[in-house]
């Protein structure tokens, strides 16, 4: 089709983006997508295997996943009395809540630099976006979300707490504060993709805050490839949000495998653990190269300034070993790298490669 007909037809918002980009990684040190490089112990696999092997792949999943959605509370500290939506990763939730609130008019703000799912999905469904700069510190500037807040009175205010890519976990304070201003006229959703890693959380305040809703996701805990987020919140806003969900939005096999791991969640406990220990290592490591600031972490990556990301991430690329340089993502970003902690072995090809990548004096 020509591309005058193409614009006919596909709206303007759409054109003018351009595809998400995920990279060739094959052969590479993957260190660029925040994943759990642990795999399931052998015997849990095998179980897994021989429990996958009965699910009845020819009926429609039920629904209502409600045996998920219990397994979730139980395991994962969902206060009793919050209703939980389940999503096809935290990115269908994120799609689910821009299509509910999508009045013409509506707005969605996050701070910036932050996770782009929430412009994009704010595009898709035709909502404004508004991004507020972060201070070059990456943490929250409080004074100019209440001013933005006021000003642009968003129906979907994003928080990632701690936040992608910069590791930062915002002030508790200042987020009750955002949320106190935010009052009855819109949703902030604090998504806690990194929750394993940051062990904090506001899940245990959702009684104190009609309007928050607190999102998850299996993905950085170690299960990315099954896709499945949840959140849970205000129970006549999830009713709502609920009614746009796809009725078979999560596939049997990711329901079945869900539950038999999370059943058995201190495994995936631990390997967050031992990456949180990874992680300060990693910290102190790079921390102690010169030519190299890192910023603080509450998540499992790493973000790092150095004077010409864009040549260390190609050296890297030379040693298979890919980072994700965001350098280009916001000014305040300018010469990041965003590194995924992984296991000792990996982070030390990681140092030596990277060692070897900086320039020399
Ligand atoms: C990785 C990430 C997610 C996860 O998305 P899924 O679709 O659940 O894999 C959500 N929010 C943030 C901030 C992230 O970095």
Redesign the pocket.
């Known amino acids: 089709m020509s591309s005058s007909n193409i614009t006919n037809i596909i709206r303007p918002e759409i054109t003018s983006l351009s595809a998400y980009h995920v990279p060739e990684s094959a052969g590479y040190v993957k260190l660029d997508a925040?994943e759990n490089p642990f795999v399931l112990p052998e015997e849990m696999q095998q179980e897994l295997g021989q429990h996958l092997a009965q699910v009845a792949m020819n009926r429609y999943p039920v629904p209502s996943y409600s045996s998920l959605k219990h397994i979730i509370a139980e395991k994962l500290g969902v206060p009793a009395g919050h209703d939980i939506i389940v999503?096809n990763?935290?990115?269908?939730l994120i799609a689910m809540m821009s299509v509910a609130c999508a009045k013409p008019g509506a707005k969605v703000l996050a701070p910036l630099p932050?996770?782009v799912?929430y412009a994009m999905s704010a595009k898709f469904a035709g909502l404004e976006f508004v991004g507020v700069p972060l201070h070059a510190d990456f943490t929250l500037d409080k004074v100019a979300m209440l001013a933005a807040i006021v000003e642009h009175q968003p129906a979907i205010i994003y928080l990632?707490y701690p936040?992608?890519p910069t590791g930062t976990l915002y002030d508790a304070d200042d987020m009750a504060e955002i949320l106190r201003a935010v009052g009855n006229t819109g949703v902030v959703v604090v998504?806690e993709?990194?929750q394993p890693f940051a062990q904090t959380s506001f899940m245990s305040r959702l009684a104190e805050f009609d309007n928050l809703v607190v999102?998850r996701?299996?993905?950085?805990l170690g299960l990315?490839g099954i896709?499945?987020?949840y959140m849970a919140g205000n129970n006549a806003l999830m009713a709502e949000f609920e009614k746009v969900r796809p009725p078979y939005n999560i596939n049997v096999l990711t329901q079945a495998a869900a539950e038999f791991v999370l059943q058995r969640v201190e495994v995936l406990d631990a390997q967050a653990a031992e990456l949180r220990a990874q992680r300060d290592k990693l910290s102190t490591a790079l921390r102690a190269t010169p030519g190299v600031e890192v910023f603080p972490s509450s998540a499992n990556f790493l973000l790092i300034r150095v004077a010409n990301a864009e040549q260390v991430f190609a050296k890297l690329l030379n040693h298979k070993i890919l980072v994700k340089n965001v350098g280009k993502m916001h000014t305040l970003l300018e010469n990041c790298l965003r590194i995924t902690v992984s296991t000792q072995e990996e982070n030390a090809l990681f140092l030596a490669a990277f060692a070897a990548s900086m320039p020399s004096k």
Not at 217 to 220: A, E, L
């Open positions: 925040m999503g990763g935290s990115d269908e932050g996770f799912m990632a936040n992608n998504d993709a990194y999102m996701t299996v993905s950085k990315a896709r499945l987020g």
